[in-house]
């Protein structure tokens, strides 16, 4: 079975009312027709006539098939069973088992839905399991949602070790589960992004980079609850404790070891994905370069010299993916712009230093955490002050809060204009892999600075989709700071950014 479309065990159950003995003739046994539908790839609604002289239940096997009982008529003693089907989206035949019971007797109703359509443009893959190519899935993974400071946390002091798979609450507090992963859906998020460690404690053979199974085993667990809810994913090799994030970019880092390490790393990573449909995007690394690694003789390296670095680590991440076949050969990948930062992605035509085999199958990513003062700093500074204040009309009776007016819903359009420009136009969609602000405040104390982080949300959120790229909110289930959801009883924590977002979405429009 292909693990993007496993759609059976979402099982929905409905029963007519109270029997009726006294109104009509009565009748023995069950009786329900038709015993098979078919529906075009549109899906629609239909019927099924279930009579019985009991109570009417029905259930059916597959989240896309759903069933509904109608009012019995009491002196044929029918059931109406209504049965609605969802467009096939897939480009497979489906089937689905409607189940019809009375007392103790049972009936099946067998439904076949026709496949759907190619879309213009695809390039499957022989195995028949990618049908869409960057471009196209871009357009139906936003908005994304982060499950940060899960996957990726630990200890840089274990790296190259193995630690089990405890790490998952190191840096907060809540397993994921599936119905986490089913209130993410709800909540109108497409897709979900998946920072993952590998090095920094699952690594149980140092020469060959092998990774923990039990590790292993975990994070395709959760990428399954992802796909089983038809939530893209985008998995990573997150900071993993720097040893390529940062010490991959030093003046003495061993460059070519580095490349034999990713290598293997990710041969791993892909084949234990290789049978996931496109619900699965693999992203080489996470902010590549991040925390001054870029050293030359005491001095940053000039920005060339640095995408160049950066390209041949990216190149082995391609090429090992691709090297390990079947669907892994289509598969859409994601790559990183120099710390991920926007200004530095668009210079010097970083992406045109790298090589695929197939063409229109990458994405480009950066993060947005601008303006500072007003997302990431925590505390006052000789140069600058934190600010609480930041949008349109939102402006606080304490001047040195107030965002600087560089700042403001132009400055977020104009850089993700850059993007669209320099890649989406090009036919290379980018995803804001990471963007956030924190909450400083319960929500209440300071209505300012609430309507503030709303409207900074929504900015990204809206200016981001309109330049065709995907933004994914930043999320650590840590309180206040950059925490949507309470992970532990499942709710909108930050009602303000959850708002943000789908206002964002709302006011939105595709470029394509």
């Not at 029963?15 to 009748?27: E, I, L, Q, Y």
């Not at 395709?220 to 404790?241: F, M, P």
């Not at 609480?388 to 600087?404: C, E, F, L, V």
């Amino acid at each position: 079975m292909k693990v993007g479309m496993c759609l059976l065990g979402s099982v929905a159950f409905v029963a007519c009312g109270d029997d009726d003995p006294d109104d009509g003739p009565a009748v023995e046994g069950l009786t329900v027709t038709p015993t098979s539908l078919s529906f075009t790839k549109d899906g629609g609604q239909k019927s099924i006539s279930a009579r019985a002289g009991q109570n009417v239940t029905a259930s059916s096997d597959a989240t896309w098939c759903v069933v509904t009982i109608g009012e019995k008529t009491p002196t044929l003693k029918v059931t109406p069973i209504n049965v609605t089907v969802e467009a096939n989206t897939t480009t497979e035949q489906r089937t689905a088992t409607i189940t019809v019971k009375a007392g103790a007797e049972s009936k099946t109703v067998s439904v076949t839905q026709e496949k759907g359509e190619t879309k213009p443009g695809s390039n499957p893959d022989p195995s028949g399991n990618i049908k869409y190519d960057a471009k196209q899935v871009a357009k139906l993974m936003y908005p994304g949602w982060n499950l940060g400071n899960t996957m990726e946390a630990g200890s840089n002091t274990n790296s190259w070790k193995s630690v089990g798979v405890s790490t998952e609450t190191a840096w907060q507090k809540t397993t994921t589960t599936k119905e986490l992963i089913n209130f993410i859906k709800v909540q109108g998020f497409k897709s979900v992004r998946i920072p993952c460690a590998w090095v920094m404690g699952h690594i149980t053979d140092t020469n060959n980079c092998t990774i923990d199974p039990q590790w292993m085993a975990r994070v395709k667990e959760i990428v399954s609850y992802c796909v089983d809810a038809d939530l893209y994913v985008v998995l990573n090799q997150h900071w993993d404790g720097g040893w390529l994030e940062h010490d991959g970019f030093t003046a003495n880092a061993d460059v070519a070891l580095k490349k034999q390490q990713l290598t293997k790393i990710w041969t791993q990573i892909a084949e234990a994905f290789k049978d996931y449909d496109d619900h699965v995007i693999f992203a080489g690394l996470n902010e590549p370069g991040v925390g001054g690694a870029y050293q030359d003789n005491g001095k940053n390296i000039a920005d060339d010299k640095l995408a160049s670095r950066l390209a041949e680590y990216e190149q082995a991440f391609i090429d090992a993916v691709r090297a390990t076949g079947g669907n892994n050969e289509y598969r859409v990948l994601v790559v990183q712009g120099p710390e991920t930062n926007i200004d530095k992605t668009v210079k010097n035509n970083y992406y045109s230093k790298l090589n695929d085999k197939h063409t229109g199958r990458l994405m480009m990513e950066v993060h947005f955490y601008d303006p500072y003062q007003f997302t990431m700093m925590n505390k006052d500074e000789s140069w600058g002050t934190m600010w609480y204040y930041w949008g349109k009309g939102n402006t606080g009776s304490d001047a040195n809060r107030n965002a600087n007016s560089n700042y403001t819903e132009n400055y977020v359009k104009n850089q993700m204009a850059k993007l669209k420009t320099a890649f989406v136009d090009n036919g290379i969609p980018v995803i804001i892999g990471e963007f956030g602000a924190n909450q400083r405040f319960a929500i209440g104390q300071d209505p300012i600075h609430d309507a503030s982080i709303k409207a900074w949300y929504a900015a990204v959120t809206s200016y981001a989709i309109n330049n065709g790229c995907i933004p994914y909110a930043w999320d650590t289930n840590s309180g206040n700071g950059m925490s949507i959801i309470d992970r532990s009883n499942i709710k909108v924590l930050n009602t303000n950014m959850m708002t943000g977002v789908t206002e964002g979405v709302a006011a939105a429009k595709w470029p394509y």
